[in-house]
């Protein structure tokens, strides 16, 4: 190539650099413009008693004005006073819901949402999307068991001890809100193609599941919030919730490097329990726990987490696992074909895991978890099962609460009989 050539080819693209350069600023310019005058239209539309991000229109507590935006950095959430006079509405409607009502994901779509999503505003957009009622059960209310939004449009909330109670109601379109601000927190996308998010939510770790168009008529949310504090099974004992023979005989369990399947209905506290038999393994040893969303804890230092994705389920996760030098095997809670894996890998040198499993009594526990056995195209392996399995723990919610309904042990499995289970309430 001749120098000419060569300098003219410099010339040429250093020119289309410069024009690249210029279109995507030009680009960046519209979109901040874009991002400010929603965020205008939507400030200026707003109720007067609506929180905005700048502290005005907050409730009647007592709080300090914030800092400006441009310098306040990330802070912790201000405390928050729902009225007790009037269940209010989840959030009251803005500009914005006017500006995205025609659209099927506003949440995704609307520039104010996406800009403050790349600056990391995370904590102010979060409870702006949660609103007042589901935020303040959340993070002040320490007897909330799970916040739920039904098709109705009623927001719903489980207590200890109290039930299901009304607490507010929120509209289609702030429920799609929600789901879609969730969705794009935890790199996903919400849409038609993919009405369902499973996610964890920024504020207080809790378990977010979102459902949408077209998987069901009207979106539906559930928000199950995780313990505040690990109970101790000192701590069952004295709330009543197991005997004190019941908790010896789990730390005699643990402490035998035992098996144990926990088994109880939805919202029994199988999770909670869980956590504080985590509590009582060996700090020596090294506990593998595999999970799709954090809600598993244990403080030893040789604990390895491992969560689900898109590409990497359960069962790849199990066999990743036996190369992790695991001496305790943990599984959040048994839903498929890796319930076989598990079973043999406690059977194979592994002893002392722990899992869960939806059922409501130790029978139905063994018939539930022969079944995800079979889901790994095998037969249900019921001599695998009586090996391998050596405590099945049930919890149930009664009408005084959470109990620990039973401790069982498998004795035998019998070709005809099938299995011979004998209670261990005892301490034996």
């Known amino acids: 190539m001749s ?26 310019a519209r979109e901040a413009a874009a991002v400010k005058t929603v965020s205008a239209t939507a400030h200026e539309a707003a109720p007067a008693d609506w929180p905005r991000a700048d502290g005005a229109g907050m409730p009647s507590a007592p709080v300090k004005p914030a800092a400006p935006p441009a310098a306040a950095p990330r802070a912790a959430l201000q405390p928050l006073t729902v009225p007790q006079q009037t269940q209010p509405s989840m959030r009251q409607p803005s500009a914005l819901s006017e500006w995205r009502q025609h659209s099927y994901l506003g949440a995704l779509q609307a520039p104010i949402l996406i800009g403050a999503l790349h600056a990391g505003n995370t904590l102010q957009v979060t ?26 449009g009623e927001v719903v909330i489980d207590r200890h001890g109290r039930g299901m109670e009304p607490g507010g109601t929120m509209s289609d379109l702030e429920a799609e809100e929600l789901i879609g601000v969730v969705a794009a927190l935890n790199h996903q996308v919400a849409n038609e193609n993919n009405p369902i998010i499973e ?35 000192d701590d069952y004992v004295a709330a009543g919730i197991m005997a004190r023979c019941q908790a010896q005989t789990l730390r005699s369990a643990v402490a035998d490097r035992r098996n144990i399947l926990i088994a109880g209905p939805t919202a029994s506290g199988k999770t909670t329990l869980a956590n504080a038999l985590l509590a009582e393994f060996d700090p020596a040893h090294r506990t593998v726990i595999l999970e799709e969303l954090s809600e598993l804890r244990c403080s030893h230092p040789h604990t390895v987490y ?90 149930a919610q009664t009408p005084r609460g959470r109990r620990l309904t039973g401790i069982m042990s498998i004795e035998e499995y019998d070709p005809q009989a099938g299995y011979r289970l004998r209670s261990v309430e005892d301490g034996d």
């Open 306 to 395: 491992l969560y689900t994705t898109g590409t990497a389920d359960l069962l790849r996760l199990l066999r990743t696992t036996m190369r992790l030098r695991p001496d305790r095997i943990i599984i959040g809670e048994l839903r498929g074909a890796e319930a076989l894996t598990l079973l043999k890998a406690w059977n194979t040198g592994h002893p002392g895991g722990l899992t869960t499993i939806h059922s409501g009594d130790p029978k139905a526990a063994l018939i539930r978890l022969e079944t995800l056995v079979q889901e790994a195209n095998v037969p249900p392996q019921q001599r695998l099962i009586s090996e391998a399995v050596d405590l099945i723990v049930s919890i």
């Open 199 to 233: 996610a964890e939510l920024p504020i207080g770790a809790a378990r977010f599941t979102g459902v949408m168009l077209p998987a069901v008529p009207r979106p539906v949310i559930s928000i199950r919030k995780p313990a505040p504090v690990v109970f101790t099974l």
């Open 127 to 152: 409870p702006r999307a949660l609103g007042p009622v589901m935020l303040h059960a959340l993070e002040k209310e320490y007897d909330v068991i799970e916040v739920m939004r039904n098709h109705s």
């Open 3 to 28: 120098r000419r050539a060569y300098f003219t080819a410099i010339v040429v693209i250093t020119a289309v650099a410069g024009v690249t350069t210029l279109t995507i600023s030009w680009n960046h």
